[in-house]
T-cell receptor
């Protein structure tokens, strides 16, 4: 079974440009999470989807970030316009829903560099 | 608010030595989960262990062992007889119980095993 996949693996853009990151969760996983790790710091939660609905977006840094999960399958995270401080590694994770606790499976991350 | 502290930024040990990675957490919840993830050079986060707050039994899995102590709010990870393949960044994480499963991570400890 395929794991969580993310595209692209790396992205280098200029300040002010737009970038869209994609995450394909494990098939059947209703929960989808986005996290971000800025260089040398902790991995921080951004938001949580349950199917196509945003369950918790308390970690989204500002309105330059837009996440979608149309149809409850893959998700996109758009940064527009990108700023230097947006550089980091963006992780996506997915999990089942309905049991007492469900392990989150992480993708390999997208390394975003804003110049 | 939840917080996870990994005071050791980097550790280097010679192969076959034992090494302990420290993790201290803060939470107001009475029910919570603790995790360790491994991030090898390939970048993905690999789940190692989950512990719930009601289970303070230590756990051993091969060369890996975990020591959970609620009295000191610590969840330390020991690798016995370290191997070069153990070289990675290790993250400790915390989440609330069912219904709000977003993870709060520490800043990670980079472990280097010297051949």
């Amino acid at each position: 079974e395929a794991g969580v996949t993310q595209f692209p693996s790396h992205s280098v853009i200029e300040k002010g440009q737009t970038v869209t990151l994609r995450c394909d969760p494990i098939s059947g996983h209703d929960n989808l999470y986005w996290y971000r790790r800025v260089m040398g710091k902790e991995i921080k939660f951004l938001l949580h989807f349950v199917k196509e609905s945003k369950q918790d977006e308390s970690g989204m840094p500002n309105n330059r970030f837009l996440a979608e999960r149309t149809g409850g399958t893959y998700s996109t995270l758009k940064v527009q316009p990108a700023e230097l401080e947006d550089s980091g590694v963006y992780f996506c994770a997915s999990s089942l829903r309905g049991r007492l606790y469900n392990e989150q499976f992480f993708g390999p991350g997208t390394r975003l560099t804003v110049l | 608010a939840q917080k996870v502290t990994q005071a050791q930024t980097e550790i280097s040990v010679v192969e076959k030595e034992d090494v302990t990675l420290d993790c201290v957490y803060e939470t107001r919840d009475t029910t919570y989960y603790l995790f360790w993830y491994k991030q090898p050079p390939s970048g993905e986060l690999v789940f190692l262990i989950r512990r719930n707050s009601f289970d303070e039994q230590n756990e051993i899995s091969g060369r890996y062992s975990w020591n959970f102590q609620k009295s000191t709010s610590s969840f330390n990870f020991t690798i016995t007889a370290s191997q070069v393949v153990d070289s990675a960044v290790y993250f400790c994480a915390l989440s609330e119980s069912f219904g709000n499963e977003k993870l709060t991570f520490g800043t990670g400890t980079r472990l280097t095993i010297i051949p």
